[in-house]
């Protein structure tokens, strides 16, 4: 093994699990980073040059969280507050819905300028996960997941996808509340005991906690060590190369 990779410390069985859940940004994607960047320039006009957004407010407030849930909840952490406004509402509203439009803008803005990161590992993880008869879904609070999965060429390792537009077309509440990845394990016909739930974010380690998975797993790209497993998370990793799979279970 090569000194650059972690050593294993985390095995997924298919003789206890039938499937595993991805969060997308910053566990499969670096487009965490794209989105931190965009929820700055967004937030960042609204507060004082003493007070301004931190990537603690990015982990704490609005990473893993649908969008709009994010500004309403990073909003009230400061005291402020905006006019819910309508769907109608463009990116210049001054309303929770006129910044989520200027937010996703910020976001494919940058997107289309940078384009889209993977993480190495975590492909290799996936790869090797669909080997051994695991099913696979990513779930993520995104809009843009379609959109970002074809960039990054990532469509074929999933079995289904849960996204933003599917949870809102099904009024599924996001991150976290445990629906959106309930519904990938719907989807996948595994039960949520027999599944594991891999997450960056407080918010999505919350979610596959409350949602009875077999296991949760924290991916800590940033922040404080043990921060994940303090929200729910049976272990963190730095890197998805530290994660063992074996074979063994009834196959797909």
């Known amino acids: 093994m090569s000194a650059s990779v972690p050593p294993v410390s985390v095995v997924l069985s298919r003789r206890e699990l039938d499937a595993a859940l991805f969060d997308l940004d910053g566990v499969v994607t670096r487009t965490a980073e794209v989105h931190a960047a965009a929820w700055?320039?967004?937030?960042?006009?609204?507060?004082?040059?003493?007070?301004?957004?931190?990537?603690?407010?990015?982990?704490?407030?609005?990473?893993?969280?649908?969008?709009?849930?994010?500004?309403?909840?990073f909003l009230e952490s400061r005291g402020?507050?905006?006019?819910?406004?309508?769907?109608?509402?463009?990116?210049?509203?001054?309303?929770?819905?006129?910044?989520?439009?200027?937010?996703?803008?910020?976001?494919?803005?940058?997107l289309a300028r940078e384009g889209v990161g993977v993480y190495a590992s975590s492909v290799e993880l996936l790869e090797r996960l669909r080997a051994a008869g695991f099913r696979t879904a990513v779930v993520t609070a995104s809009r843009n997941g379609a959109a970002v999965l074809k960039a990054g060429r990532l469509e074929h390792l999933f079995d289904a996808r849960v996204d933003g537009v599917e949870?809102?077309?099904?009024?599924?509440?996001?991150?976290?509340a445990p629906d959106t990845f309930l519904e990938a394990?719907?989807?996948l016909g595994v039960v949520p005991a027999r599944a594991v739930?891999?997450?960056?974010?407080?918010?999505?380690?919350?979610?596959?906690?409350?949602?009875?998975?077999?296991?949760?797993?924290?991916?800590?790209?940033?922040?404080?060590?043990?921060?994940?497993?303090?929200?729910?998370?049976?272990?963190?990793?730095?890197?998805?190369?530290?994660?063992h799979v074996e074979g063994g279970g009834t196959g797909r």
């Not at 949870?167 to 976290?176: I, N, T, Y």
């Not at 906690?209 to 990793?237: H, I, N, Q, T, Y």
């Open 80 to 110: 402020l507050a905006l006019p819910e406004g309508s769907p109608e509402d463009g990116a210049e509203a001054e309303t929770v819905r006129g910044l989520g439009q200027r937010k996703n803008a910020y976001f494919l803005e940058a």
């Open 167 to 176: 949870a809102g077309r099904l009024g599924l509440p996001g991150k976290p």
């Open 197 to 243: 739930v891999l997450e960056d974010a407080r918010a999505g380690v919350e979610a596959g906690r409350r949602g009875g998975f077999g296991r949760v797993l924290g991916v800590r790209r940033s922040g404080p060590e043990g921060a994940l497993v303090a929200a729910g998370a049976d272990v963190e990793v730095t890197d998805l190369a530290a994660v």
């Open 185 to 187: 394990a719907r989807r």
């Open 40 to 73: 700055t320039r967004l937030f960042n006009p609204y507060l004082g040059p003493s007070r301004p957004f931190t990537p603690e407010d990015y982990q704490r407030y609005v990473d893993g969280r649908p969008r709009l849930d994010g500004i309403r909840c």
